[in-house]
């Protein structure tokens, strides 16, 4: 891993906890978290955004005027505008996708959330997914935040990956297993 990697997951990741307590603190965690979740679709959504997130060329001043601006129309809370000026001002606002995922993670973490993410060669409807997720609930006696992402290149089956343990049941993962054993031959 290099060292400009270990360093932005280093900082992302205090960076996160830092909003997390200061959001605790003033009693808005759950707002701050659906900023949160707000700004990162925002970011996965729009080419504009993201522009402005990793151009260089624009001026601490003008990004942050631009940002307070997009903020304040998206009704972010005041907390979290200051925070990302903050970030913006000490030139780390490039890190904020993974600061504000990090951050969370520990919303989740601080929650008793367990972390599941399936992965399916069907697009599945709500009701499946949550059908899933309270079968996982009750197997793991646990709180469920589940990720779910529709993956064709599985072909058939699904992958569900609770915390570290991971269960493939994918055509994809069948056939690798057929081909690694035909190349042992």
Not at 12 to 40: G, P, T
Not at 75 to 80: A, G, S, V
Not at 84 to 105: D, G, P, V
Not at 111 to 132: C, H, P, Q, Y
Request: glycine share 2%; proline share 1%.
């Amino acid at each position: 891993m290099s060292k400009d990697k270990v360093f932005s997951n280093t900082s992302a990741n205090r960076y996160s906890l830092a909003l997390y307590e200061l959001s605790e603190e003033s009693d808005l965690l759950s707002q701050i978290e659906m900023n949160s979740v707000k700004i990162l679709k925002l970011i996965g959504t729009s080419v504009d955004f993201n522009n402005l997130i990793k151009d260089p060329t624009i001026s601490r001043k003008e990004l942050i005027n631009a940002i307070n601006k997009i903020f304040d129309y998206l009704k972010i809370e005041n907390l979290l505008k200051n925070f990302t000026n903050f970030l913006i001002t000490k030139r780390r606002f490039f890190f904020i996708e993974q600061i504000l995922n990090n951050f969370i993670e520990i919303c989740s973490e601080k929650r008793g959330e367990l972390k599941t993410e399936i992965r399916s060669a069907k697009s599945l409807s709500n009701d499946e997914i949550n059908k899933i997720k309270d079968e996982l609930s009750k197997y793991f006696t646990s709180k469920i935040r589940l990720d779910y992402k529709y993956d064709k290149s599985l072909i058939g089956g699904l992958i569900v990956q609770v915390g570290s343990m991971m269960i493939d049941t994918s055509i994809k993962n069948k056939l690798k297993q057929i081909e690694n054993k035909m190349m042992k031959v």
